[in-house]
């Protein structure tokens, strides 16, 4: 199974900040990796796929970037709705697991 | 509107078996895959299971082989996911998820989007 490990586990930001999160793969995913935000008691909402692709309707201050074993998520100025939980997956092989998660929180 | 609403949550007893739905509307099911997910109360994601648009391939996560089946009904757009001898390590909210993809045969890149709003099973006695 390719585990994924992500980082760090919570994170505390200002409003306004830039702030990234990264997934690192325990072998080379080829780019198949999504993000997804998930605000409590909600289902999760996908954000970027394949890496680096905006998934449609979500802000452009959300970005990804990545290859190979290590991707990174970055939120460019953090807005207060931007204070929930993040995860990566992998979707290159089965079981697509997924990242433990990475709490935003406010500072 | 894109509407993925999961039911058949509840208490069940371990050992014991239960059978969860999704009906879908608003997206082309039956040319799509689809998942289900869960998540432990306050813990992470867990992909659990996938199945073709034609229900011709099926996937699992290896701790539920052998004890959950993935099917679905096209003529009724919907998913299915029956889980028989629980423990209570299933206790978790169950989404179902469309496996969104590119590319004509919608193996890679592949991502779950939309997302039901989830059905909780606790498995306990």
């Known amino acids: 199974d390719i585990q994924m490990t992500q980082s760090p586990s919570s994170l505390s930001a200002s409003v306004g900040d830039r702030v990234t999160i990264t997934c690192r793969a325990s072998?080379?995913?080829?780019?198949?990796l999504n993000w997804y935000q998930q605000k409590p008691g909600k289902a999760p909402k996908l954000l970027i796929y394949?890496?680096?692709s905006l998934q449609s309707g979500v802000p452009s201050r959300f970005s990804g970037s990545g290859s190979g074993t290590d991707y990174t998520l970055t939120i460019s100025s953090l807005q207060p709705e931007d204070f929930v939980t993040y995860y990566c997956?992998?979707?290159?092989?089965?079981?697509?697991?997924f990242g433990r998660g990475t709490n935003l929180e406010i500072k | 509107e894109v509407q993925l609403v999961e039911s058949g949550g509840g208490l069940v007893q371990p050992g014991g078996s239960l059978r969860l739905s999704c009906a879908v509307s608003?997206?082309?099911?039956?040319?799509?895959?689809m998942s289900w997910v869960r998540q432990a109360p306050g813990k992470g994601l867990e992909w659990v299971a996938n199945?073709?648009?034609?229900?011709?391939?099926?996937y699992y996560v290896d701790s539920v082989k052998g004890r959950f089946t993935i099917s679905r009904d096209n003529a009724k757009n919907s998913l299915y996911l029956q889980m028989t001898s629980l423990r209570a390590e299933d206790s978790a909210v169950y989404y179902c998820?469309?496996?969104?993809?590119?590319?004509?045969?919608?193996?890679?890149?592949?991502?779950?989007?939309?997302w039901g709003q989830g059905t909780l099973v606790t498995v306990s006695s």
């Open positions: 608003g997206l082309t099911f039956s040319r799509d895959w």
């Open positions: 199945i073709k648009h034609d229900g011709g391939e099926k």
């Open positions: 998820a469309r496996r969104g993809c590119s590319g004509g045969d919608c193996y890679y890149p592949n991502w779950f989007d939309p």
């Open positions: 072998q080379s995913i080829r780019s198949y």
């Open positions: 394949a890496a680096s």
């Open positions: 997956q992998q979707s290159y092989t089965f079981p697509y697991n």
